[in-house]
């Protein structure tokens, strides 16, 4: 095409650019790929493009670098990048990150980790299995341990191939601690997270100070946009520390709506009512979060108004005056309280406005403190979180890993000496005692 004089728009560059990084044989298409890219950055420059260098193409490129193992030219894209600050994503250094991994430079992996790093980008499991694979192979106990310290933050239940890392370590003799060697065995853990291996309770992992006080932060900063809000806001906040605390926050919008799609259907203040009912009967101090145009006339049926009157009174419910989003008001209620301090909705927390708070540490806040339920006629039922973390954790002298795949079925498993598990094998590596 540029032999005849066309005009080869970037998009098309960009294709065979990523065409010729996933082939298998990369150094025979680097030359071309790269021919390719400097006719991209001429017709660039020529244009008066701001920024020669994109993303997609520098990563593609970089791929295709990481392969054909010129480690070179990947750093000088890289650095290419950062002078016309175009954003990286995982895509750019992943590749590069996994071979210098099977090449097994450590001090290259840590330059590419430091990349991350500096960028705010979250490794994936592939990621952190390439730092532990090099760590493996350069037998550095130190820097095993500072990079599974960041895995099992960030990986909940490890996949086989991580499994098979870790199998890796722990049965090297630079895992040895003062002679003694490490017992690998797969295990189950019971519903109450008692390791059939060793025998240990596992932990309730929760968020860190750090973590929590951030993600309040992040809440917080969505509600105080104007002086209205903030107003409230504070109110609420002096509220909740005046009557607080409680063991059991309530989404009441998410309860009343439930199941009311039906003919007839609509909100149901009832269903409140019977979560309520349900919590104080265990002694539970239950917070309701509900919208102040849930409480008027016209909105509550008579056969309510007296209920809802009452809830206020004794402070168990608090209302969101017009132009505030009652979520805002539950989450922060639930995070703030900390504790195991239970949060009942169903919803998943994934629309946009959710999307402004969510990252890994959010994921692990939810998964504690969650609670899904059904309203079944006059009954409800509640999954809450189980009184242990299924993740990774260390104990003692011993490491749990937990396998990815659980129960499809959400159902516990009962092995032949009657031990009721939580559905999935635990990799638990245990240090042999000393002599």
């Not at 809440?219 to 002086?227: A, G, S, Y």
């Not at 104080?280 to 409480?295: N, P």
């Not at 806040?365 to 993740?391: C, I, L, M, N, T």
Request: hydrophobic share 35%; charged share 25%; net charge negative.
């Amino acid at each position: 095409m540029k032999s005849e004089g066309v005009t080869i728009a970037p998009y098309i560059s960009q294709v065979v650019i990523n065409i010729c990084s996933k082939a298998e044989d990369a150094a025979a298409f680097k030359e071309g790929a790269f021919q390719v890219y400097e006719n991209m950055t001429q017709l660039g420059k020529s244009s008066g493009t701001k920024s020669v260098v994109d993303e997609t193409t520098a990563s593609s490129l970089i791929k295709l670098c990481s392969k054909a193992q010129d480690f070179s030219a990947c750093e000088e894209l890289i650095a290419a990048m950062e002078a016309d600050k175009v954003m990286p994503k995982l895509r750019t250094f992943g590749p590069l990150l996994r071979a210098h991994s099977d090449a097994g430079d450590l001090d290259k992996c840590m330059w590419v980790h430091g990349k991350f790093v500096l960028h705010s980008l979250e490794p994936t499991e592939e990621d952190y299995i390439a730092l532990l694979h090099v760590c493996v192979k350069t037998k550095n106990s130190e820097r095993f341990y500072a990079f599974l310290d960041m895995f099992i933050e960030d990986i909940w239940q490890p996949g086989p191939a991580a499994w098979e890392v870790l199998k890796d370590w722990f049965s090297n003799e630079a895992a040895q601690v003062n002679g003694r060697k490490w017992k690998i065995t797969e295990g189950t853990v019971s519903k109450e997270g008692v390791s059939s291996v060793t025998g240990n309770q596992l932990q309730s992992l929760e968020l860190s100070p750090e973590h929590e006080t951030a993600l309040l932060e992040k809440i917080e900063k969505l509600v105080r946009t104007d002086e209205k809000r903030i107003a409230q806001w504070n109110e609420f906040k002096q509220w909740l520390e005046e009557f607080g605390p409680f063991d059991v926050i309530i989404d009441a919008a998410n309860v009343g709506y439930f199941n009311q799609n039906f003919d007839g259907g609509g909100f149901s203040y009832e269903q409140i009512a019977l979560m309520i009912q349900h919590y104080e009967a265990q002694h539970k101090k239950v917070l309701i979060v509900l919208h102040q145009r849930r409480t008027t006339d016209e909105e509550v049926p008579p056969s309510h108004r007296e209920q809802l009157a009452e809830w206020r009174s004794r402070h168990a419910m608090f209302n969101c005056q017009v132009g505030n989003n009652d979520d805002w008001y539950w989450l922060y209620a639930a995070v703030k309280l900390g504790g195991r301090t239970l949060m009942i909705s169903n919803d998943e927390m994934r629309d946009h406005h959710f999307q402004m708070i969510h990252n890994r540490a959010f994921g692990r806040w939810k998964e504690r403190h969650q609670v899904h339920y059904q309203v079944k006629g006059r009954r409800v039922e509640v999954d809450e979180p189980a009184p242990f973390s299924a993740r990774p954790q260390h104990i003692g002298d011993a490491w749990y890993f937990p396998s990815r795949d659980a129960s499809t079925d959400g159902t516990s498993h009962v092995t032949d000496d009657d031990h009721v598990t939580d559905g999935r094998r635990w990799l638990c590596i245990a240090l042999e005692p000393a002599n």
